[in-house]
Structures are given as C-alpha cells and as structure tokens.
C-alpha cells in the first residue's frame, strides 16, 4: 500500500494535449491520497468506487435534465448579462465569516457561488486558496460539513451553488453517496481540477443520475480541437483558465488569454473565465468574451484582511453590467 504522490506525476504534460499541459497541478493520480495497491490505475479506481454495472465507462450517460445552472446562464443570456459567480473556500476564515461571506456575495449580485472543499494537497490553488483550506482543515471542515451547510442555505437561497473539490476527498465517500447527498443538499455542479474527461466515465454517470452538471476546465496549452471536445463534456458550463499555472490573482492578464478565450466562442455550453481575475478592470475586460466571470483568490485576500466583501463584488456586478 502506498501514497500516490510522485514528483513524475505532478510535471506537465503538454505533448498530451491535456488541459494543464503548462501548468503545475495536472497530474493523472498525483492528488490520490488514498492507499491503494501499487500500481492500481486511477480509471480503475473510478470505477470501483461507482460500483454500478451497466453503462458506459468512458463518458458515462448524457444529460437530459435542464439544471439550475443551465436556467441561471439562459435568464442571464436573454437579459443580455455575465453571470458573477464567486469563489469561497468552505469555513473561511470560520464557518460563520464564510455565512457572512456567503451572503455578501449573494447581496452583491453574484449569479453562481463556488464553493472550494478544503484539501491538503491542493494543487490546482495558489498561495491564497492554499492558505484558506489549510486554515479550514485546521478548523475541522470536512466534505460532510460541507454538504450539511448546504443544505441548510438552501432553504432560503436559490442561488446556483457549485462544489470545486478534488477527487480524494469524493473518493473517501464514495461517488454514488456523494452524488445522492450533494443533490439532496442542494449542489448544482462540480468542478474537479484534478481530473481530466477520460477519467470520468463513473463519476459522470453518479452525478448525471442525481441531477447534478460535471464541469471541466480548459486553459491555453489545451489544443483547439481538444477545446471544443472538453466542452461537448461538459455540463452547466466551461470553465476557461486564463492562464496557464494555479489560481491567484494578478495584476494583468497575458494579451495571449483573450485570444485564448475568442477560441471559445460558440461553445455548446456556456463559458466562465477563471484564474488570475483581480478586480473590476479584468472582469471587464474579459466579459465581452465569456459568459461568466469568476473570482476567488481576490475575495479570499480580502476575508483573510479582514476588509469588506460586499463593496468588492458590488464593483464586480457594476463592472460586467456596463
């Protein structure tokens, strides 16, 4: 038995053509902190863990239901608006600053919440987010809380909410429980950045039959063809990274991310550009390209200074709305 963590794994891979392939956090098992038997493929893995004969492995069933995120980006479509959507790590800087936070953004014009499930090894995050789920860690934070919070907001928020977690921490409950208690608390979709389509086929499969969209994320080593293959996989919407690397904010925006994002247009699914979106000025620069903007280590930064949240987003709003 053994950790699945190599200093191999975690190295890019852009002659694969995968989403990261310039990044520093695509890495086909790296974030399986499971024991598992050497040598024990990751799809298989998956497929374990869904224990549910039948169907296709490789990509699973496809969607039929119309989910909270597809009606929330076609209100916003026909308004002629960019959906908002913030990014929070669950119980920063406590559960009851991540409440507030929560409702902040809700308050300020946030069309979609992202929530962040805290992980020890999160290497799709930057310095920031790195900093806020270890500080959740340390305060006791789990999927299962998670889930439970959830489902106590729904009752008074109808707000599109979307979990962003690694895959061990699914694993660890297991993917048709997962799926089932999510959709009962309320969940609309689920990011998972260390994961790639082909790998996916169980996972799909549970949470298409709970109801809930599976994102996948592209970026600018992804190849176009591959582009437009990841968002015929995708559900609720794309999820464009501007930059290649981890999250976190930056003061400018490569000129290379916007022709990155013009390739995206006319994607069967919407699109929501993420990674590296500081403030007003970016979200606006990058909306007339996307149908979503998303910012997270920027809020962080601020519950971790302990500065408003709710002027921030308001700004945000302002910005896509002009």
Excluded at 174 to 194: C, M, N, T, Y
Aim: proline letters at 7%.
């Amino acid at each position: 038995m053994r950790r699945i963590v190599t200093d191999e794994q975690r190295r890019s891979r852009p002659e694969a053509g995968l989403p990261f392939g310039a990044g520093r956090f695509r890495a086909d098992s790296s974030s399986l902190v499971a024991h598992v038997p050497k040598g024990t493929p990751r799809s298989s893995l998956l497929e374990s863990a869904a224990k549910s004969p039948g169907q296709n492995r490789t990509y699973g069933p496809v969607a039929t239901h119309v989910s909270r995120l597809e009606r929330c980006f076609d209100e916003l479509r026909s308004r002629r608006k960019k959906a908002l959507i913030g990014y929070l790590t669950a119980g920063f800087p406590s559960w009851a600053g991540f409440g507030r936070a929560f409702e902040d953004l809700e308050k300020g014009g946030a069309d979609v919440i992202e929530i962040g499930v805290p992980f020890s090894d999160p290497i799709a995050d930057g310095p920031t987010i790195q900093y806020s789920s270890l500080k959740a860690l340390k305060g006791g934070v789990t999927l299962k809380g998670i889930l439970a919070w959830v489902a106590k907001r729904r009752k008074k928020s109808a707000t599109p909410i979307v979990l962003m977690s690694y895959l061990n921490p699914i694993l660890r409950l297991g993917l048709e429980r997962f799926a089932k208690e999510a959709s009962r608390a309320g969940v609309d979709g689920l990011i998972v950045p260390d994961t790639i389509p082909e790998e996916t086929g169980a996972l799909r499969e549970s949470l298409t039959s709970a109801g809930l969209d599976l994102i996948h994320l592209v970026a600018p080593t992804t190849p176009p063809a591959r582009r437009k293959w990841v968002a015929s996989r995708s559900r609720g919407f794309l999820y464009a990274v501007s930059v290649a690397g981890v999250t976190g904010a930056r003061k400018s925006l490569p000129p290379e991310a916007i022709s990155f994002l013009r390739t995206l247009k006319g994607s069967r699914v919407p699109v929501a550009v993420g990674f590296g979106i500081s403030g007003p000025k970016q979200a606006k620069a990058v909306a007339p390209y996307v149908d979503g903007v998303i910012v997270g280590s920027a809020l962080i930064t601020r519950l971790r200074e302990k500065k408003p949240l709710l002027p921030f987003v308001r700004s945000l709003r302002r910005a896509l709305d002009k």
